[in-house]
């Protein structure tokens, strides 16, 4: 999993696999932003969780949030070549002056 | 179209040498950030820009300065440049600070 005092992770696997990254974060928030960084490119994002949703699907991703373990999860069902990226998680700390803290982040490669 | 712009895209300079990096936003976004990131290290935060001249330091800010004085131009200067501060650099923006952040294709620095 990711959290802003760990290196970046790496997970290597099979097109066609199914893979769960997961993401801790220290405080409360009120959203759980997931952003995927392709290689050469800004970081983009792709599915996000608020505080009141417990999962949030889109496409062949799915974001879930258990607010109680201050954790989150990206799956993405049937990888592709394509979905190779670094994926990371942003949060926030709530209130009127928080902005978003992004983790380490997780690198995906899938083989074809 | 959203769009975030930076410029130039590979910079090459020499130790003691100025650096401006430009970035631009087409959104009318009130904040604006500057990242730095290094291999396995994420992204991390230099300075925040809540609207025109209206600028808090990151987590990073030593050796950066920032100037905003239109609300779609957000400048990174670094004064007498260091060969540490190699890196990419990634302007991003968004509507308010906790919303999603859209980012520009990064600048490219090599400091000899």
């Known amino acids: 999993s990711q959290w802003g005092e760990e290196n970046l992770q790496a997970l290597s696997i099979q097109e066609g696999e199914d893979v769960t990254m997961n993401c801790s974060y220290k405080t409360y928030t009120t959203v759980v932003q997931w952003y995927r960084q392709k290689s050469g490119k800004g970081p983009a994002l792709i599915i996000l969780?608020?505080?009141?949703?417990r999962e949030k699907r889109s496409g062949r991703l799915r974001a879930t949030l258990d607010t109680s373990s201050q954790s989150s999860s990206l799956s993405i069902t049937g990888t592709l070549a394509t979905d190779t990226a670094v994926y990371f998680c942003?949060?926030?700390?709530?209130?009127?002056?928080?902005?978003?803290?992004f983790g380490k982040g997780t690198k995906l490669s899938v083989k074809s | 179209d959203m769009k975030v712009t930076q410029m130039p895209r590979y910079l090459i300079k020499r130790m003691g040498e100025n650096v401006l990096l430009e970035c631009g936003q087409d959104?009318?976004?009130?904040?604006m950030y500057w990242y730095r990131q290094d291999p396995g290290l994420g992204l991390q935060l230099i300075y925040i820009?809540?609207?025109?001249?209206?600028?808090s330091e990151g987590d990073i800010p030593k050796g950066y300065r920032v100037s905003r004085k239109k609300r779609e131009h957000f400048s990174l200067i670094l004064d007498s440049a260091k060969t540490n501060q190699t890196s990419v650099y990634f302007c991003?923006?968004?509507?308010?600070?906790?919303?999603?952040?859209?980012f520009g294709p990064g600048t490219r620095l090599l400091v000899l």
């Open positions: 959104m009318s976004h009130e904040t």
């Open positions: 942003a949060t926030d700390e709530g209130g009127s002056n928080a902005k978003l803290t």
């Open positions: 969780i608020r505080s009141n949703e």
């Open positions: 820009s809540y609207d025109v001249d209206s600028n």
């Open positions: 991003a923006s968004s509507l308010y600070r906790q919303d999603t952040q859209y």
